[in-house]
């Protein structure tokens, strides 16, 4: 089965392949010859063996016309010495050697070899008139020159399933005797999405806003019953409720941020609200000693590896 990309697209670059080169001298003998197909010597690259196969006056594929183009293929060989159902990922050029300019002309691709499918290239790499054209250096002396450098990933892809999701949670927590808190308010934890959260509030600032600003955050907490590879990504919406009119509640909203067993265990604002504003009577944020925040949790997606 001949696969294939459209018609090449071709770089230029002065250093050769670094895995095989083939010079085809009395190149005008393959049209006085008939010849259909060149294949290559063996080279190797990876654990793999390949070789270049050229076909001077191109290949059908459907009902493409195959008149006027050179086709060249990447091919693995030797496969019977590989598993029943093997595959082997690689990203390949295939180059023309420009005499005129010292140059190579390379097409590149990126592909899956396997069994339905042991070769790959381009089906149109380079017109026949391109190609015998003196002015453009491919044909010298009766001349050609192909090359071919192949490098195979050996790796194993991390494969993450993804999951979107729309797990809403709203709740208000009432912190009383506010004048009276330490460093931190620390909500009780819940559960939503399957992971445990819990809100902190500073209310004489964290970090370099203390004593400046309110700030808020949410926490998350690694869950035993979870994948220690899971991720989870949350909208997060914070409000301290202006109590006397409930028209100035202000808040902040979260959206880009991924929890995780080993990233970040908190994510929020360290200057949710200027302490001046918040402890202004006339403002409504604290009303008998007491704070109202309001915090919105809307899972979006969960993630595993």
């Known amino acids: 089965?001949?696969?294939?990309?459209?018609?090449?697209?071709?770089?230029?670059?002065?250093?050769?392949?670094?895995?095989?080169l083939v010079k085809i001298d009395s190149f005008s003998l393959i049209e006085t010859h008939g010849i259909e197909k060149l294949e290559t010597r063996e080279f190797k690259s990876g654990k793999y063996k390949w070789r270049l196969v050229i076909y001077p006056n191109g290949v059908e594929t459907g009902n493409d016309d195959k008149a006027g183009y050179v086709?060249?293929?990447?091919?693995?060989?030797?496969?019977?010495?590989?598993?029943?159902?093997?595959?082997v990922n690689a990203v390949f050029s295939i180059c023309l050697f420009d005499h005129i300019s010292?140059?190579?002309?390379?097409?590149?691709?990126?592909?899956r070899f396997h069994v339905l499918n042991p070769q790959w290239g381009f089906k149109k790499f380079i017109s026949k008139r391109n190609l015998t054209d003196p002015s453009n250096g491919y044909v010298v002396d009766d001349k050609c020159v192909f090359g071919a450098e192949v490098f195979v990933n050996e790796n194993k892809a991390v494969i993450e399933c993804m999951s979107l999701k729309s797990i809403q949670y709203k709740q208000k927590f009432k912190i009383?005797?506010?004048?009276?808190?330490?460093?931190?308010?620390?909500?009780?934890?819940?559960?939503?999405?399957?992971?445990?959260?819990?809100?902190?509030?500073?209310?004489?600032g964290f970090g370099e806003e203390i004593g400046h600003s309110l700030s808020i955050y949410l926490r998350h907490f690694v869950s035993f019953n979870r994948p220690s590879s899971e991720r989870v990504k949350p909208?997060?919406?914070?409000?301290?409720?202006?109590?006397?009119?409930?028209?100035?509640?202000?808040?902040?909203?979260?959206?880009?941020?991924?929890?995780?067993?080993?990233?970040?265990?908190?994510s929020g604002w360290r200057s949710f609200m200027k302490l001046s504003t918040l402890n202004d009577p006339n403002k409504g944020y604290i009303v008998k000693d007491c704070c109202i925040v309001e915090i919105e949790l809307a899972v979006q997606a969960i993630s595993a590896s």
Request: aromatic share 16%; glycine share 4%; proline share 2%.
């Open 235 to 266: 909208c997060f919406t914070a409000r301290v409720i202006d109590q006397l009119n409930d028209r100035e509640n202000r808040q902040m909203t979260s959206y880009d941020h991924w929890f995780s067993a080993f990233g970040c265990a908190e």
């Open 102 to 111: 010292n140059n190579y002309r390379y097409s590149i691709g990126a592909r």
């Open 1 to 20: 089965m001949y696969m294939a990309t459209d018609e090449a697209e071709m770089e230029t670059r002065e250093a050769s392949p670094a895995h095989f």
């Open 176 to 204: 009383s005797n506010f004048s009276t808190l330490k460093a931190k308010w620390v909500s009780t934890k819940f559960t939503v999405g399957g992971h445990l959260w819990t809100i902190e509030v500073y209310p004489y």
């Open 71 to 87: 086709s060249v293929y990447l091919a693995i060989t030797n496969t019977t010495a590989l598993s029943s159902n093997w595959e």
